[in-house]
Every structure is written in C-alpha cells, then in structure tokens.
C-alpha cells in the first residue's frame, strides 16, 4: 500500500491552486494547521487561500495576519462571486464531519477538483478522495508538520510558529493527555526552528481584557454552593456589564471556574443581558446531570455535559425555577 503522506504529496504537488478550510468556530489547531498548509504551498509555488466557516478569532487572528494567509469570511453567506471551480483542490483541515462544514456541502458536491481531509478526529464522514486520518495525533498541526516534512518543505520561522500554536492550542501548552512522545520531539523542532514561546504564551494566555476579568471576578463573587456543595450558581446582572464594561461574550469560560470544586457535579450561570431580552441560563455537569434533558423543561437543549435555555423573566425568577429545578434532581441523585 502507498503511503497514505505520499499519496497526499503527490496530488498537492499536481495542483496549481489550492482552497483550504477547517471547521466551524475554528480553534489554534484549524488556523495554525491551516496557516503551515497555505506557507507550504507557498514555497511550492501553489497558490493557497483558506475560506473560513466563521469569523477570524481575534485571540488567534496573529496567525494569519503576520503570515499574510488570504482568506475568505463566509460566516454571513458565500458571496455570489465566490467560485468553488476556481480551484484545483479542496483541502479540509481539523475535521471530516458535514456538521462542523455548515454550509459547505453544496460546495463540495459541485467541486469538480480534488478533496483531501487531514484530521485527528475519530468521527469521519467518508466523502473526501483522500483522506490523512491520524485519530493518535494530538493536533492536526502533528499530520501537517509530518507531511511538510516528508516533502522536504523548509521549516521556517513562520511555518514552525503556526505549527505550535496548532499543538499547544489541542494540547493546552502540552498538559492534556492526548500528549504524546511525538508531539514533544516536534515541539522541541519547532522551537530550535526559532519559534517564541514566551510571545506565543502572552498572545495566547495573557492576552484578555481587563474588563473581561473585572467581569469575572464579579460573577465569581455571586458564587453560591448549593444542595451539599454538589450545586453551583453564579450569576452576572446587568449591573455588572455596566459596571465594568464587559459584554455578553466576556461571559464565555466562566460557567467551567466552579467545576474546578471537587464536589461540584453541576454549574450553572445564569445571565442578564445588558440590552434586555431573555435571561440566559447555561449549564455544565461533571456528574450524572444530563444537562440537555434538564435544559429541556425550559426550552433550552444543547449536550449531555453542556446546555443552555432563554427565561422570559426577571433575573430573580428565572434563578428561582432553576434552583427549585436543580433540588430536585439532587434530591434523588444518590451519586456523590
Ligand atoms: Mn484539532
């Protein structure tokens, strides 16, 4: 059997001009595995541009920006000059699954060129001509950094750097399981090949604003332990967005600090939007809570772990139904 970095080689290196893309909501490893792609092809004398399922990340926008990576923003709709035939190849990074490619598909179906998927991820779809599945690899960044260096692309500073934040972004800076002896040897590669990794961990952990923070430290004061320590609830009014500049979004992370507690099995965060509307109420569960079934009593859903809902109603209200909700489940869960 050839091998399956030859085969991939082989038809990347036929290919005049190349569109690659990743999953929706892309995270450091989909725009850095992307990036080292794009510079790749690059030195190859391909043209390379990345289409993106939603906006650019500001946290990880430095990427793309300092590489010069083109991309196309697709987030509120393709444009009606946008072309799929204009290229010769479609390479999807990150992910082989239709759901994380909303919008996608008709694209795909009308593509008269070559389809290649590289990607980490267990669940696959099997629609691509070929695919580079690697589900051992912590990052895609691995897969890609495997195949530059099997067609004998120059590991430059640029490519190096979008590889990294590929690998500590999957891996969260090397501490998660899924770390491997591969992925530290690449690791140690890529910094003799110049990367800066005390820039990349201020621009990737030091990077928030202060109102975020400011906002945080307000909702973690409203923390409260309920049903024997096995409930936790915070909340951030209205008050707090004005009082510290913070917007709806500077709430996202915050529903995971109190899972941090030993004893709590179950989060919730409960939000007051600074420009009215429905209160939003998330949920997080470690234990047996199935938070989507949970969440719907109230019209919400989501995942068994994750869920959220929309109260029609006061803060006061909407915090009182889902405690009295939340009681009751732990009054006949006997798992602690
Ligand atoms: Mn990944």
Not at 49 to 56: A, E, N, Q, R, T
Not at 171 to 178: P, V
Request: glycine share 6%; charged share 25%; net charge negative.
């Amino acid at each position: 059997m050839k091998d399956l970095y030859q085969t991939i080689i082989e038809r990347l290196s036929s290919t005049k001009k190349v569109l690659v893309t990743t999953h929706v909501r892309p995270d450091g490893d989909a725009l850095g595995s992307s990036a080292a792609l794009v510079l790749a092809l690059r030195s190859k004398g391909i043209q390379a541009k990345v289409l993106l399922l939603s906006h650019l990340p500001t946290k990880y926008s430095f990427v793309f920006r300092e590489s010069e990576i083109d991309w196309i923003d697709v987030e509120t709709g393709f444009s009606n000059d946008f072309s799929v035939n204009d290229y010769d190849t479609l390479v999807v990074v990150d992910t082989g699954t239709w759901s994380q490619l909303p919008g996608l598909k008709p694209y795909v179906q009308a593509f008269r060129g070559t389809t290649i998927v590289i990607d980490h991820h267990q669940t696959q779809e099997d629609w691509a001509d070929e695919k580079l599945v690697i589900p051992e690899a912590a990052a895609t960044g691995e897969i890609v950094a495997e195949l530059l260096e099997q067609w004998d692309v120059d590991l430059d500073v640029r490519i190096a750097t979008s590889i990294f934040v590929a690998l500590v972004s999957d891996t969260g800076w090397f501490q998660f399981s899924s770390t491997r002896p591969f992925t530290l040897r690449l690791a140690a590669q890529l910094i003799e090949a110049g990367v800066d990794t005390d820039r990349l961990y201020q621009l990737i952990y030091q990077n928030e604003r202060a109102e975020r923070l400011l906002l945080h430290t307000l909702a973690m004061q409203s923390l409260e332990l309920l049903a024997d320590n096995r409930l936790a609830l915070m909340q951030v009014r209205r008050r707090d967005f004005l009082d510290t500049d913070a917007g709806v979004n500077d709430t996202e992370n915050l529903i995971n600090i109190p899972l941090q507690i030993r004893t709590v099995q179950v989060s919730v965060l409960l939000v007051e939007p600074p420009e009215g509307g429905p209160i939003r109420v998330s949920f997080r569960s470690k234990g047996t809570l199935n938070c989507a079934r949970f969440a719907e009593q109230f019209q919400g859903g989501g995942h068994h772990r994750a869920a959220g809902a929309k109260l029609e109603t006061s803060l006061e209200t909407a915090r009182h139904r889902v405690v009295a909700a939340l009681m009751d489940h732990f009054a006949t869960d006997q798992s602690l």
